[in-house]
C-alpha cells in the first residue's frame, strides 16, 4: 500500500503562487508515476500535471502549461506543485496521486483511471 498526504494549499490572490507538497510513505516500489489533479464541486476531477519518479517524462494540462511546475525529492519521496500565475479558475481540492502503469497508460498520463493511489486533498482558493 502507497499513503499520500499533500499540504500547501490555501488561498491567495489572482496572480499570486502557492506550492503544494504530497509526501509518500508504504510500498514505495509500487510507484511509476505521481501526480496531481483537481476537482470543483459538480464537476469530474481532472488532471493537472504528473511526472515519472526518478526523471522522464512529464505530462502537463494545457491550461497550467506555463503556470504551474511539477517536482520532485527523491530522498524525501515527495512530489511538490509549484503554482504562478494562479487564476479564479484555479479554485478547487486538489489530490495528490500515484500511479503504477509504467508509461503504459490504458487512459492516459493525466486521466484518474491510470492512477492506482490517492491522497485525501489539499484546499487552493484563488480570489479576484
Known amino acids: 500500500q502507497v499513503q499520500l498526504v499533500e499540504s500547501g494549499g490555501g488561498s491567495v490572490q489572482a496572480g499570486g503562487s502557492l506550492r503544494l507538497s504530497c509526501a509518500a510513505s508504504g510500498t514505495t516500489a509500487v510507484r511509476d508515476y505521481m501526480g496531481w489533479f483537481r476537482q470543483t464541486p459538480g464537476k469530474e476531477r481532472e488532471g493537472v500535471a504528473t511526472?515519472?519518479?526518478?526523471?522522464?517524462?512529464?505530462y502537463y494540462a494545457d491550461s497550467v502549461k506555463g503556470r504551474f511546475t511539477i517536482s520532485q525529492d527523491n530522498a524525501r519521496n515527495t512530489v511538490y506543485l509549484q503554482m504562478n500565475s494562479l487564476k479564479p479558475e484555479d479554485t478547487a481540492m486538489y489530490y495528490c496521486a500515484a500511479s503504477n502503469s509504467g508509461g503504459a497508460w490504458y487512459f492516459g498520463p493525466l486521466s484518474t483511471n491510470d492512477y492506482d493511489y490517492w491522497g485525501q486533498g489539499t484546499e487552493v482558493t484563488v480570489s479576484a
Open positions: 511526472s515519472r519518479l526518478g526523471g522522464g517524462a512529464t
